[in-house]
């Protein structure tokens, strides 16, 4: 079993950049997909991010290609999302998962274990 424990969220001005970790525990940590889901008020949980077990493939949601960088440290099971040039659509609480296989996954039903989620703000 896999617990994630994401931290970093906060308030920030548009322009700024936050940097989200995800703290994973478990034995299988090291060799699975991990990723970064977002979710809006009213709004469906939407995929931000993915990264392979190795680190060697990434893959981003058409909204942050080229501000946000998802990266992982298998050694201390953390994986970490760096936002840049943020804006207030990007103003939602923001979720790491972990999945059951090993590659980059996009869609929500690929993932088993879940993060309670951080608040990202982003004011105008």
């Known amino acids: 079993q896999v617990q994630l424990v994401e931290s970093g969220g906060g308030l920030v001005q548009a322009g700024g950049s936050l940097r989200l970790s995800c703290a994973g525990s478990g034995r299988t940590f090291s060799s699975s997909g991990m990723g970064w889901f977002r979710q809006a008020p009213g709004k469906e949980r939407e995929f931000v991010a993915a990264?392979?077990?190795?680190?060697?493939?990434?893959y981003y949601g058409d909204s942050v290609k080229g501000r946000f960088t998802i990266s992982r440290d298998n050694a201390k099971n953390t994986v970490y999302l760096q936002m840049n040039s943020l804006i207030p659509e990007d103003t939602a609480v923001y979720y790491c998962?972990?999945?059951?296989?090993?590659?980059?996954?996009?869609?929500?039903?690929?993932?088993?274990?879940w993060g309670q989620g951080t608040q990202v703000t982003v004011s105008s």
């Open positions: 990264i392979s077990w190795s680190g060697g493939i990434t």
């Open positions: 998962a972990a999945a059951r296989g090993g590659s980059y996954y996009l869609n929500t039903y690929e993932y088993e274990y």
